[in-house]
């Protein structure tokens, strides 16, 4: 009898010692439970994330912190010390023959500067670098290939060829970059972000954002729209009419010409046709295409793809969960309603403009071509 016990409760011990063994990680989790102690949230300060001028307000504070009350103007070229002992400032000036007094350091962290500053208007040479941040107190002109680190400036920046910028840049005037230039992290403007063909970027905000030329396509996107009511019904019987939304559950496409004064809400591909007026909201589960000459007042919203073919305006933000394509002459925004566009990738055509908030989590990039 003995022995039969010690078979059977051996086994059982060891289930129980592991089953014990596995619980104990959730003691402390179930003392919480039922005796709250950490009901406090978590402060996170995270205002470099919701804020695009977090980098150009802080790299400003320290400029200011660093210069000694003698004026920039009056500084002569090369390094000169600062208020805070361990830091020194490179001033770039123009020299009687046009040249720039570029820094002669080679590595920045062992050079002892920590600031390049521009008290004047200055055109760099071909293939600069500057590896610090720099500060125009006034305009910068870079030289094709060029490449920085990051740039404040006062008023204007221009960007040659080909050139980088690794971190960020803020301009209280506009920014222009020429052809193939790549701007890493953010680029931010009070004015104006212009960017030419072959440009790459991440993050750009602006009042107004050009991509490439923008005249007559945006002439051309203002022509009114001679448009035709159109039903629910007329679209899908898989239809359910709820307020001002419309939830379709399959594949769409709206005819051309037509009027849809309602929010839509689409389970599968959505194709919106040519010189359409949505005077709402669209939403796709999958890919989304918008024909050339559609207006749209609210938010396009897509999980899959989405397209804009040509002409195309919508007034509120552009979202998607893959990719955005944008055909020549699309507005996204206006004046006086900046909008927010964000995707992994963007693919925008020259003759584009936005208002507000251009943002790709990987790479947006102006490359010439139609969206599909």
């Known amino acids: 009898m003995n022995e039969l ?3 059977i409760v051996a086994p059982l011990a060891l289930v129980a ?5 596995w619980l104990l990680a959730f003691v402390p989790a179930l003392r919480e439970l039922y005796q709250r102690s950490d009901v406090e949230p978590l402060r996170v300060v995270r205002g470099h994330d919701n804020d695009v001028h977090y980098f150009a307000r802080r790299f400003r504070a320290r400029v200011d912190s660093y210069l000694e009350t003698t004026p920039a103007s009056r500084k002569k070229p090369g390094k000169s010390p600062a208020k805070a002992a361990q830091n020194s400032i490179h001033y770039l000036l123009t020299r009687d023959d046009g040249s720039v007094s570029m820094p002669a350091f080679v590595n920045p962290k062992g050079s002892g500067v920590n ?3 521009a008290p004047s208007s200055v055109t760099l040479p071909r293939e600069a670098a500057l590896l610090i941040e720099l500060f125009a107190a006034n305009s910068l002109h870079s030289g094709e290939a060029n490449i920085f680190r990051a740039i404040l400036a006062d008023e204007d920046i221009s960007l040659g060829k080909d050139s980088y910028v690794l971190r960020w840049l803020h301009a209280g005037g506009a920014i222009r970059a020429d052809a193939n230039c790549t701007l890493y992290g953010r680029a931010s403007s009070d004015q104006l972000i212009a960017l030419e063909n072959g440009c790459s970027f991440e993050h750009l905000h602006a009042p107004r954002i050009e991509f490439g030329a923008s005249g007559k396509h945006e002439q051309a996107s203002q022509a009114d729209l001679k448009t035709t009511p159109i039903g629910p019904k007329a679209l899908s019987k898989a239809v359910e009419v709820t307020g001002r939304r419309w939830l379709i559950n399959q594949d769409v496409d709206i005819p051309a010409g037509r009027h849809i004064d309602a929010d839509i809400v689409v389970t599968g591909r959505l194709r919106v046709g ?3 007026h949505i005077a709402g909201s669209i939403k796709g589960h999958e890919d989304i295409q ?4 559609t207006r749209i007042d609210g938010s396009v919203v897509g999980v899959g793809n989405i397209y804009l073919v040509h002409d195309c305006q919508v007034r509120g933000p552009v979202l998607s969960e893959r990719d955005i394509y944008l055909g020549p002459g699309c507005r996204i925004g206006t004046h006086q309603h ?4 964000n995707a992994d990738h963007l693919y925008i055509a020259p ?6 908030t251009v943002r790709a989590r990987v790479m947006g990039t102006v490359r010439t071509g139609r969206a599909v």
């Open 338 to 341: 900046r909008t927010t566009m």
């Open 290 to 293: 918008i024909d050339h000459g």
């Open 115 to 117: 600031i390049v500053l």
């Open 274 to 276: 040519a010189g359409c």
């Open 17 to 21: 010692a592991t089953i014990g063994w």
């Open 351 to 356: 003759g584009t403009v936005a208002f507000g």
């Open 5 to 7: 016990a010690g078979i």
